[in-house]
């Protein structure tokens, strides 16, 4: 089946005695056990396992292209769940621009127990010089946040296969409609399903899927069951529901962003545009190679400061000024003041969701907020 049919047929047909063409919400935490004390129904207890949590998993295992998924409470807590799956003393690799919130995980609660190099992944070819005795991972964003970076996830898989190293990367920005590691030699695919998954910005979550089971990975099952950070049962109802659409929703994402960002590139108040489908994209070839389109994120930088940049996201009447990212409604934000005094974001930075408003609404707010 094609990724398109897989969204909307897997695991939604259950056999229920009513008939339902969609999942029931199964708020049960505890399941009948039979005279010999199993589970005839395949599930104990709702920390563990249940009916709406494993349908969720098994359709992004099957649009990612992996064995198994574990779907968690947010996108923070999936990429916790590795973290604390990692011997203590492991090294980790990570990209200078990784998500502040994965990287703060690790700066603050992670750095008595882990060490870490964050460095430019765009540059695969120092990658190798950074792995040590200890290394056990290198983590990988792509595209990355907020300057639209691109990894080149075989390359890097290469490497890490060379040194046995986990390598696993946040596809959050990409969906599982726009790219797939593990097709690319990945070991664990990571999304917030916060965003592009829900695509409503109404349900928080997030997945981690390996592309085979293996020591580590029972790990990781066992922090998210034993942990128990899981998506309640309406979250993944929600998320199921949310992925039927998903493959037409990344159509219009990245529809609008192309044209969004084509008309950005020669406005006159605008220095720079980034977005792995335009041409003047440092790693646009890279990215034309490893994604089927390029997504519904831009960032511009305003010509100007942040004071240039902030009259732009106060002055817009469709996009909402709102951090987060991949819902239905466009999004704007001033990246450096949501990231705080530490960040590196250019102060002229504007981060865009494009969400799936008409396109010339779109470009007719930003023309008449850039005065
Ligand atoms: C939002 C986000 C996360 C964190 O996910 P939450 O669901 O907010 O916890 C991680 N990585 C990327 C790239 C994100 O955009």
New binding site residues.
């Given amino acids: 089946m094609k990724t398109e049919t897989i969204a909307i047929h897997a695991l939604n047909l259950v056999k229920s005695a009513t008939g339902d063409v969609t999942m029931p919400i199964s708020l049960s935490t505890t399941f009948l056990r039979d005279e010999t004390g199993g589970y005839p129904g395949g599930h104990m207890y709702s920390r563990v396992s249940n009916p709406n949590r494993a349908a969720l998993e098994q359709v992004i295992t099957e649009l990612e292209f992996g064995e198994e998924t574990c779907t968690f409470s947010?996108?923070?807590?999936?990429?916790m769940s590795i973290f604390q799956a990692l011997k203590y003393g492991s090294h980790i690799i990570a990209p200078d621009d990784m998500?502040w919130?994965?990287k703060k995980q690790l700066l603050s609660f992670f750095a008595d127990k882990l060490t870490f190099d964050f460095i430019d992944l765009t540059d695969v070819d120092k990658v190798e010089s950074f792995i040590k005795p200890n290394t056990e991972m290198v983590w990988a964003?792509t595209p990355?946040?907020p300057l639209l970076k691109i990894t080149d996830i075989e390359a890097l898989a290469k490497i890490c296969k060379a040194n046995n190293l986990i390598f696993a990367v946040?596809s959050?920005?990409a969906s599982p409609m726009l790219q797939n590691p593990i097709l690319l030699g990945a070991d664990i695919v990571?999304h917030?399903?916060?965003?592009y998954i829900g695509g409503h910005s109404d349900v928080?979550?997030?997945s981690l899927t390996t592309a085979s089971k293996n020591k580590f990975w029972e790990r990781v099952r066992d922090i998210q069951q034993t942990g128990g950070a899981v998506p309640s049962p309406f979250d993944c109802f929600l998320l199921l529901r949310s992925i039927k659409t998903l493959a037409y929703r990344m159509k219009g994402h990245c529809e609008n962003a192309i044209q969004l960002a084509k008309y950005l590139e020669n406005h006159p108040k605008i220095e720079a545009v980034y977005y792995p489908g335009l041409a003047s994209h440092a790693q646009h070839q890279i990215a034309k190679n490893q994604m089927k389109n390029f997504g519904g994120m831009l960032s511009i930088l305003v010509k100007g400061d942040a004071v240039d940049a902030r009259k732009v996201v106060n002055s817009v009447k469709i996009f909402a000024q709102a951090t987060?990212?991949?819902g239905v409604e466009s999004l704007i934000e001033h990246r450096a003041s949501v990231e705080g005094p530490d960040t590196k974001t250019p102060q002229n930075l504007i981060r865009i969701s494009v969400g799936l408003e008409h396109i010339d609404d779109l470009i007719a707010d930003l023309e008449q907020a850039l005065g």
Avoid at 74 to 79: F, I, L, R, V
Avoid at 192 to 195: D, R
């Fill in positions: 947010s996108g923070n807590t999936a990429g998500y919130g994965l964003e990355s946040n946040d959050t920005f990571m917030s399903t916060t965003k928080l979550g997030g987060s990212l991949g």
